[in-house]
């Protein structure tokens, strides 16, 4: 009894075989026992079997998938004693096998972290820096070394394996294989993973790159994005400018408009019921007695216009028919006999007439055009505009869409807003609903749909009346250069405004490329850029400076394409030029805006974290904004002079064509680059970064750049990546810009020749411009005109935004632009003057 308890007493030892791998044990989870197991492929990790004594156990599994261990059937702890000299010779084997394991473990640890080191090997290895690399094993577990780059992986996967019967010699020299391969990958985490896994400032998404706008009143309420160059008059000194003269500017636009009665006429599309008999008595007074000089003018447009402005897709075959069949030859009176439509919708016709003749008299009005013309036309532009919105309303374009009441819309948008504009001080603001009027008929007409024109991909039923269809429809030819011309507009109000692409590729037809015309396909490349920068940087999502960087070299590369050589001397389809010349203007004034972009950014970041990479990234989008604003100024004036093709006649058909980007160009242009020259003259450079601080101080530097400054010239420092010109080149031309004495020169010379156009002067919007424009220079000339008082600080930047605005409104002649300007365009020492001017308490505040 006592010897039973005795044996009772004795505890069995449990032999327990370790079936289950090292690491999935130390982490007390369920091994599925295979060699690798799938824990330890998922962490990337080595996969061992061990004993308890240390020694690796060597796996195998049999046909029926049991684990049996290679120890000749022996269980593991069993004969121990016979086996103790053998792993006393393995013991330092195993010690420097575990050493190189630990690299690998040391590469891929149990957080997923990549770690290069193998600094812990103490022979033949050079040691690196450990430092650790966020990589997607972080965002995905699932990813292990089996997911990694083949060639990465076979360095862990194909080391070399240890069997307990080698000899120490031979381990040995495993394990300096093992530790070569570590060290190759090593290197290579640090040459390729290390640079993507840790990115450049340029690679990081800020939030500040895009900057947007409201401007708000009790009136009205306006969104500018950040791609909208007019989000720069959101900055102190401008705001503070502007603020200042407000009062001024807006008894000019009232002087302006009563000048000009513009407000005996109110604009509306929006449908509003019309007497229909007060209507048709307009159209007898207005087109009637006129019958044959309509029809002049229609001529006329067909052969001049149709291809400038709308690439021939306005049908004028079918409008010349209905010209000829809605009114009857003139009697012996010369009045023709108007017949009243059947239906409301056939109103629709008279006003796209109306709205033609409308714009002719626009293009030919101030130029010698208009004394050509047989028949004169004795009518108003106001009773045209009214007449035609008049019979639009009554057509029910909304209820009753019509392809002719869309092409009105079209034509009155580009009469009343584009290549005139007595509507508003903001043609892009005023004409945007119209055009997504436009926009909308296109929609519910199927203009958008891909081949909308075609009865394979679309069904085309009528229901009835077929031949009066049929005899008012426009080609498969017309319809898609009318959605061409829709995606351009689209384009071009996006990028001015900022705001959002009405036209979705996913839901309509992209843009006809006409592969064997270089003009069609250049026209095709900017309306494609330009979408791209608005899906860019209008989008609400982050973006990263090198995306930005990308779309600067985009537009580099476009306009440097075709430079202005091109429009001096080709003579190659005028009207297609002119399109391309002004998408290019168009993309030259986008380039500034982005250059802005990366400069805010840049400041912003600038301000956490110092670097000189900033600084120079910072100096280079300088001169690309300054350059990009002095091209499109120096174009203008070129344009105004006669330099190009286009002519020398002043009111032109293509100084017509061109007012509203021209004016934009200038308006926009030279406001930055007073503001670049008032920095550099006062050495303030928050007035650029809108931060204080030493980025882009002293900048440029103080050099003689030595030649002509013209559009040649300053081309090719804008494009000196493709032109081959030095950044020296490009500084010292920047340094002699932002020269007060060159600005002021250069100003009252553009002025007296723009002036002169009466389109310019007779257009609200290019008026206000042009303004802006002697306002900016009051202020220099005010400054340089109380240097005395300055340098004894008696007078503060209140004191001279007093007395310019007394000068302005002394100078001005309200509601009129005087025919020459003079300025006193001496050499100023405004670098003098401005640091007595600018360094005052006064200015900061601002």
Known sequence: MAMSDSNRSIKRRRNRKFVVCTNCRRKKIKCDKKLPCSNCVKAGLVCEFKAPSGRPIALKRSESGEEREENGGRQVGEGQKDTEERNGLLEQGEQQREIGIGLVDTVFNQSGHICASVGMMDTGVHSVD?????????RDPSIGIS????TLASSFLSSPSVDASDSPHSLQLQ????????????LRLHTEIAPSLHPSILDIKLTSLKRAGVSAKPSSTIFLGPTSGFTGFSRPMINCLFSSMKNTLDEERRAWKQLHHSNSRAIRFTGDPVDEDIAIGLVQQIVCPNYHAFQERLIYFQSHLNHLLYSDFVPMDIILTLFLSSFKEPDQNSIAQFSRPRKCY????????????????????????AKAFAHPLLVQTEELSSLGLKLLSISEYRRKKTQLALLTLIVLRSALFVHDNSEGANELVNSYPVFQMSLDLCYQMGIHFPDSASP??????????????????????QVRDLW????????LYSVCMGTPLLVNYRFSSPLYRMRDNWIESKRADAIMLLREISLTANSTGAITMRDILKLIDKVTRYCHEIPFKVFATSTADLDGLANIFRLKLQLLQTLQCLCRMIINAASDSYSKNPSWKLNSLCEEMYRQSLLAASAVIFTVRDVFEGNTVFGNEKDGKYIIFLRDILSQGVGVGFMIWFAYVLAKATKNTEIITENSGPLLSNYPPESAFE??????????????????????????LSSKLVSSSVLMTFSSPLYDIVSQNMVMRNSLDSFMILKLVIMWLYVLQTVQECESDLESKRVTVGDIMTKTKEKVESSFNLGRLDERLKLNTDEYELEKIFDS????EVWSSY
């Not at 450990?130 to 972080?138: A, G, H, K, L, R």
């Not at 629709?348 to 055009?369: C, K, P």
């Not at 394979?456 to 030819?477: G, H, I, N, Q, V």
Request: a negative charge; proline letters at 2%; hydrophobic letters at 40%.
């Open 175 to 186: 394990i300096e294989e093992l530790k070569r391969k570590l060290a190759q990958v090593s």
């Open 837 to 840: 001017l600018f360094n005052g």
């Open 707 to 732: 030649g002509e400054i013209n559009v040649y010239s300053i081309e090719d420092a804008l494009y000196h990546k493709y032109t081959g010109k030095g950044i020296d080149f490009c500084e010292r």
């Open 130 to 138: 450990q430092v650790e690399y966020p990589t997607d094993i972080d």
């Open 484 to 491: 061409n011309y829709i995606q351009q507009e689209d384009a």
């Open 346 to 369: 056939f109103y629709a016709d008279i006003a796209l007439i109306v709205s033609i003749v409308y714009l002719v008299v626009i293009f030919t009005r101030y130029n010698t055009q």
């Open 147 to 150: 997911s990694m780059d083949p």
């Open 456 to 477: 394979d991909s679309l069904a085309f039923y009528m229901s009835k009346d077929k031949l009066t269809m049929k005899s008012r429809s426009m080609t498969a030819e």
